[in-house]
């Protein structure tokens, strides 16, 4: 697989660039009490269950989600049924209630490059990649499968 940035790193770019943002330049909290917090915690617990839910059946098919390490078969159960990236959801999901917890605009909208970068840079190499490593199994995947939901 050609060398990418590792998934987690653009996001967590964009989501610093949003709280720099909204310390700096742009402190809007659209938000009134009690919603921060509450809608907050509930995306991040959504955002965690999802990643440790891809996490442990990867695990249980003996399949590790470090991009380093070579894929050795496809992995299409738990929360694989109904997305083929959850952990980049989780991801985008848990900018978004980091964003209502600190009831902060510039970090909710964090979520729109951290979406894009994750769509149209990181989701397309590690496509190709199980497309020539996986074949045709990957390919009925996808057809089966949307990308996000």
């Known amino acids: 697989m050609r060398r990418i ?13 949003g709280s720099v943002v909204h310390r700096g330049a742009w402190p809007v909290e659209p938000l009134s009490e009690p ?16 990643a440790v839910s891809a996490f442990l059946v990867f695990r249980r098919h003996d399949e590790s989600l470090d991009l380093r390490k070579p ?10 049924r ?7 959801l989780a991801f985008v999901v848990f900018i978004a209630g980091l964003g209502c917890a600190n009831n902060s605009a510039a970090v909710m909208l964090a979520v729109v490059p951290a979406f894009a ?3 149209w840079y990181t989701i397309p190499h590690e496509e190709a990649y199980l497309r020539r490593t996986l074949g045709t199994a990957y390919d ?5 499968v949307r990308r996000w939901i």
Request: no cysteine; aromatic share 10%.
């Open 117 to 119: 970068a994750l769509n």
């Open 82 to 88: 109904i997305s083929r990236n959850p952990v980049y």
């Open 140 to 144: 009925e995947y996808a057809t089966r």
């Open 71 to 80: 894929t050795r078969r496809l992995v299409a159960a738990g929360p694989y």
């Open 5 to 17: 940035l590792l998934p987690p790193v653009l996001p967590a770019l964009f989501t610093i660039a």
């Open 35 to 50: 919603w921060p917090l509450v809608a907050g915690g509930i995306l991040m617990v959504t955002a965690l269950g999802l």
